[in-house]
């Protein structure tokens, strides 16, 4: 019913040189110096221009809408040297009708503003603010009369499903301004087969028997269409895939997924790529996807702000439990209070329908460098408000930061809450993550806790056979994140954790580990080419996807006479074979150790059922220098 024109090619950009140069959507004016250090990538306002021929309409009969996917992080409109809009926030979508404006030919033009102010969120954090057109630009005609367009990126369709005994069910809101038209509404089960029907603009309909959407084991979904019919014709449809489920946070238990325990073990992701920004296709989100996947993840943060509605698909469709949350983040600031409660707005309305997401989260790492505590509290406060009253289905969350109290306010605003918590890499001490969850809980018995970022920087190219806390090596950081999960296996009321981070990612103000511009905490490298040794450890902790994994590929050169060769795998049992020689065979879980006197060449083979993994060791006469982090460049405290 409705005619989409993707406008991504042949645009033109003018950047701070003033010289104006073609390019493609998506696009970003930060994507070399928002990754190589210095603090110093360009923050400002620059321009884009496209031409485009008058889409076929019927006057009076059809409107036409301009829709922005993602422009970061505002953007003023025009259309033939008229006013458009202007949108504040980077990371969401935004519409406008531009009928009336439209010419034979017509000249869009677009000023983006990733500047620097006091009103739109983030301004501080630990992360590039990339510039530009970075999501899809299109071009939408639809039916005069037509499912509200113009209400905060939203569809017009809004679907609350419940769980009543065996059935299921659905309410279907539909907003709509064509006084005297009908509308109706059927509900089509995975194989398109209709299992439910009704008309009216608020309906709640009943699936008999209904099939559950039950995270990675059976992540089934429906799909709502509701029609607008006037004198017997149909004017729009639009549709909506939904799941329908059950969840809560238990205090003491964790959580529940449909009535059974299911403890929440996952990853926080950042879209960002290296030579890319945020400028990226449905190619590099299906990557990542299919690598969070690997390691068996069954929960993903998506930090700090509204992702792509691509990637929330895809986690509807591979039973990936989301926490979505807004980039209120590190500095609370008094002028950019609406901006809070906008950006809240467009996230729960355009994502409201999304089985995945089971809660919202209000802020990050708030008290960071907030200065008027009190005018925080008060907001924090009215956007949990404003939150329940949006989608009383979802409870609120934030993410506290490390040097936030359990005792500090804003950590009690919201419904269930996380921490932000670096013990054994900011601080010494891994025990300390043992000794907090054990305080926190045995303080506030009935506050759901989880850990919302924990994690240590690895270079691939850093290693010891002696690795300790801040060397930035690949072997600390394994040895970090061996720690942690065994410490949430202990502390089973964690209602849910979150690995900082999937992927490194860009943060401008760094200088870390001999690699400016780099947050290297991730799992898996900027470019998604290297999985770290740490990767497999999730992998065996979480995935059934037999593996086996040999730690130390990329140590080659090692000085001493008998190294420790670390095997990871999810089998029962490991044999490591020596230059074709059986070193040992041992029975276990996850951990495989073996000692291993180093020859002048080493080959090495891990095999583990049918699975079997290579690595070559080189014995030399002293350390490899190339593999320590050279001195007064480990700058292992926080960010700020």
Not at 411 to 431: C, E, F, M, T
Not at 440 to 458: M, V
Request: one cysteine or more; proline letters at 4%.
């Amino acid at each position: 019913m409705r005619t989409i024109v993707n406008l991504n090619q042949d645009w033109h950009f003018t950047g701070r040189d003033g010289k104006e140069i073609p390019v493609n959507i998506p696009h970003t004016w930060n994507n070399f110096d928002g990754q190589d250090g210095g603090n110093d990538y360009y923050r400002g306002t620059c321009h884009y221009r496209k031409t485009f021929a008058k889409p076929a309409f019927q006057a009076g009969e059809e409107r036409v809408y301009l829709e922005f996917r993602g422009v970061n992080a505002s953007a003023d409109v025009e259309l033939n040297g008229q006013r458009v809009c202007h949108h504040d926030g980077g990371y969401s979508t935004f519409r406008a009708d531009v009928t009336d404006l439209l010419a034979e030919q017509n000249e869009l033009r677009l000023a983006v503003d990733n500047s620097k102010n006091d009103t739109v969120y983030p301004q501080v954090a630990d992360f590039t603010f990339y510039g530009g057109i970075y999501r899809d630009v299109l071009l939408v005609t639809v039916n005069k009369d037509h499912f509200d367009m113009d209400y905060w990126g939203s569809e017009g369709l809004k679907i609350t499903p419940a769980v009543d005994g065996k059935d299921g069910k659905v309410q279907v809101e539909t907003f709509h301004s064509a006084d005297g038209a009908k509308v109706t509404v059927e509900l089509l089960d995975a194989a398109g087969k209709r299992v439910a029907a009704g008309a009216g603009t608020n309906v709640t309909l009943t699936i008999p028997k209904v099939h559950l959407w039950d995270g990675l084991d059976d992540p089934y979904l429906y799909t709502a269409v509701a029609r607008l019919e006037r004198d017997g014709a149909v004017k729009d449809e639009v549709r909506a895939r939904f799941g329908v489920r059950t969840f809560r946070m238990d205090p003491d238990k964790g959580f529940f997924l449909n009535g059974r325990s299911y403890p929440l073990r996952g990853v926080c992701r950042h879209q960002d790529r290296r030579d890319m920004g945020n400028a990226i296709s449905k190619a590099e989100h299906q990557e990542d996807m299919d690598l969070i996947r690997e390691i068996g993840a069954n929960t993903i943060r998506l930090a700090h702000y509204q992702h792509d509605q691509f990637f929330y698909d895809l986690c509807d469709e591979y039973g990936l439990v989301v926490w979505a949350e807004i980039p209120y983040i590190s500095s609370h600031m008094n002028n950019g209070r609406q901006n809070t409660f906008d950006q809240m707005r467009e996230l729960i309305v355009q994502n409201y329908n999304h089985p995945c997401i089971v809660t919202w989260g209000l802020s990050n790492e708030i008290t960071i460098s907030t200065k008027d505590k009190a005018d925080m509290l008060d907001n924090h406060r009215k956007l949990n408000d404003f939150c329940h009253k949006m989608d009383p289905t979802r409870p609120t969350t934030l993410a506290c930061y490390a040097m936030c109290g359990p005792f500090n306010k804003v950590a009690h605003i919201s419904d269930i809450v996380s921490w932000n918590l670096y013990l054994g890499w900011y601080v010494p001490g891994l025990k300390l993550n043992d000794l907090w969850m054990e305080f926190f809980h045995w303080k506030y018995p009935n506050r759901c806790l989880g850990y919302s970022e924990y994690g240590a920087e690895a270079m691939t190219n850093l290693h010891s056979s002696k690795p300790k806390r801040g060397d930035h090596t690949e072997e600390y950081q394994a040895i970090y994140h061996e720690y942690m999960l065994e410490c949430f296996e202990r502390h089973p009321f964690l209602w849910a954790t979150h690995v900082w981070n999937m992927y490194d990612f860009a943060a401008d103000a760094r200088d870390q580990g001999g690699e400016p511009g780099m947050n290297h905490k991730g799992l898996v490298t900027f470019d998604r080419k290297i999985k770290k040794d740490s990767f497999f450890i999730y992998k065996a902790w979480w995935s059934d996807e037999p593996f086996v994994h040999l730690c130390g590929s990329r140590y080659v050169d090692r000085p001493e006479e008998v190294t420790e060769v670390k095997v990871y795998s999810n089998q029962p049992k490991v044999a490591l074979y020596h230059n074709g020689k059986l070193v040992g065979e041992q029975t276990g879980k996850r951990i495989f150790k073996f000692r291993v006197t180093l020859e002048g060449e080493n080959n090495l083979e891990a095999v583990a059922g049918d699975c079997r993994d290579t690595s070559f060791i080189r014995k030399v006469d002293a350390p490899n220098p190339a593999y320590t982090l050279q001195k007064g460049k480990s700058k292992s405290q926080n960010w700020v």
